[in-house]
């Protein structure tokens, strides 16, 4: 049964690189000299209480890449939110090479609520056996292996956004909530995690659900992609 989508904030392709990249665009005008652009600021923030973090999809001997300053908007590869206030983890080459963590955020108030990407290459398709997509993901990550022996409840849900497949997952138990997705992209496998630890799955379920939601993967072959890229580097 399709799951209520009222929680999520999947912009479209404009959306993504027309209002809220030129919202993340700086202009000063310095005293005396001409105007300077600044670069592009990621994560850039969406004005709600909510940041929009853009990945790069590394590899394992280059990793620590999360943007900043550095003016690389042609290398993102992915998208997803993060609450005001989290603080980015340091993925380390282990993480990255043994079970592709591409890049994570977590709630300094609680080590236990994150929300974490992985990519993967070697990818045409989504697995038509949708559990099998989750249980081959956890081969390598113990934490996601127990919470799926351990969910009292998971739901999978398909959802197409501008032609391309994304499957969710809710997982519910002892842990609290993982909110997941997954979906394949020329040729590489990405997936985010939610992580809602038990004692704030009442408070922020919501919130790990708009997380997930917020997941995307960055096309630059059609046109309003093109234009807006171009629009970027102008600017």
């Given at each position: ?133 989750l249980s081959d993901l956890a081969l390598s990550d113990y934490n996601l292996q127990d919470a799926i022996v351990a969910a009292d409840s998971v739901e999978v849900v398909d959802r197409d956004v501008n032609g391309q497949t994304y499957v969710d ?67």
């Amino acid at each position: 049964m399709p799951s209520d989508d009222s929680s999520s904030t999947q912009p479209s392709r404009r959306q993504i690189f027309g209002t809220g990249l030129a919202a993340a665009i700086v202009v000063s005008l310095p005293s005396g000299a001409r105007a300077e652009v600044e670069t592009f600021k990621n994560p850039s923030d969406l004005g709600d209480g909510y940041l929009r973090f853009y990945g790069e999809a590394t590899t394992s001997s280059s990793y620590g890449g999360y943007g900043g300053n550095e003016n690389n908007f042609d290398k993102f590869k992915y998208y997803y939110d993060i609450p005001q206030g989290w603080t980015v983890d340091t993925v380390n080459k282990v993480e990255k090479s043994t079970n592709g963590t591409d890049s994570r955020w977590s709630n300094p108030k609680s080590s236990g609520e994150k929300v974490y990407c992985v990519t993967l290459t070697g990818y045409n398709r989504l697995k038509e056996d949708r559990q099998g997509i989750l249980s081959d993901l956890a081969l390598s990550d113990y934490n996601l292996q127990d919470a799926i022996v351990a969910a009292d409840s998971v739901e999978v849900v398909d959802r197409d956004v501008n032609g391309q497949t994304y499957v969710d997952f809710d997982l519910y138990g002892f842990f609290g909530a993982i909110f997941a997705s997954v979906t394949v992209y020329g040729g590489r496998l990405y997936a985010v995690f939610s992580v809602v630890p038990d004692a704030l799955v009442e408070k922020d379920k919501e919130q790990g659900k708009r997380l997930r939601n917020s997941f995307g993967t960055i096309s630059k072959d059609d046109e309003q992609t093109q234009y807006d890229l171009e629009f970027y580097k102008r600017s």
